[in-house]
């Protein structure tokens, strides 16, 4: 019986790993799966806000995932900080899925990056104002799996909510890039396949998004699943396993 291989998924803010069910499922078995999670999420450690968040949900991964480079798989906020991982420490990511990442910065002077500020702009008023449970539905209604905040359970209510004040956490890597991602030359280094992902019916800065940095890759495929949203990954886990699977290497090209 060959080994199993191993893959590690990274989710997306407010999310857990359990998101990762439908997607680990279809892509079949023979996978030794490393769930990591992001600070104050699921079983991981507590957000210290004393610490950037990204920095801390950067130690996080790093000591979850094997030395030996594996296929990493981030969704939105989890693909950001997934691609930063690949660009930081190439020598640990084998190929690279990318699904709805939401790194706003590599959209800056595109008609989407404006269009998300406007649209994101109310919630980020209520959360300065402290009104969370408002801001809440705002963010939920704009990256949502698009069920109505009304129709979600108490307590899956009750888990965005508690973690609400994560998402503005993440905007210095998001919004600000303040680790460099997009500096000239770190995208262009990577060798590794990446594999883009998004929902025909997302956010438009997405395609902006993927457009500037499918761009500047050397090995780059873009898969859109049509009538889905930002949470694709949830809501249609076979047409994404069925359209990532053959771009997923655990070879790194030689140096």
């Known amino acids: 019986m060959a080994p199993k291989k191993p893959i590690a998924f990274i989710h997306c803010g407010l ?3 359990g998101n990762w069910r439908g997607l680990i499922n279809a892509l079949g078995g023979g996978l030794t799966v490393h769930n990591i ?3 104050g999420h699921g079983l991981a450690e507590d957000w210290d806000r ?7 949900a950067l130690e996080i991964a790093l000591s979850e995932m094997p030395s ?3 296929p990493l798989v981030g969704h939105s906020y989890g693909a950001a900080l997934a691609l930063r991982i690949a660009v930081e420490r190439p020598y640990r990511v084998s190929s690279l899925v990318l699904i709805e990442p939401v790194l706003f910065a590599a959209a800056k002077g595109r008609w989407g990056h404006d ?3 406007r649209d994101l702009e109310p919630f980020h008023k209520k959360m300065k104002a402290a009104q969370f449970a408002t801001a809440a539905k705002e963010f939920h209604a704009l990256w ?4 109505p905040w009304a129709e979600l359970s108490s307590d899956r209510k009750a ?3 508690d973690r609400i004040e994560t998402i503005p956490a993440g905007n210095p890597l998001l919004m600000d890039d303040r680790s460099g991602i997009l500096k000239p030359g770190r995208i262009e280094a990577l060798e590794i396949p990446v594999t883009f992902v998004d929902g025909g019916d997302t956010h438009p800065v997405i395609a902006d998004i993927i457009s500037e940095l499918g761009d500047r890759m050397k090995d780059a495929e873009w ?3 049509p009538d889905a949203g930002h949470m694709v990954p949830i809501t249609h886990p076979e047409l994404v396993a069925k359209g990532i699977r053959e771009r997923l290497v655990w070879d790194v090209p030689a140096t």
């Open 68 to 70: 030996d480079p594996v």
């Open 144 to 147: 949502g799996e698009g069920k």
């Open 15 to 17: 999310g857990k790993a």
């Open 115 to 117: 269009k998300v500020m």
């Open 223 to 225: 898969l859109t699943v």
């Open 50 to 56: 004393d610490r950037d968040f990204t920095e801390q």
């Open 37 to 39: 999670e992001l600070p």
């Open 159 to 161: 888990y965005i909510l």
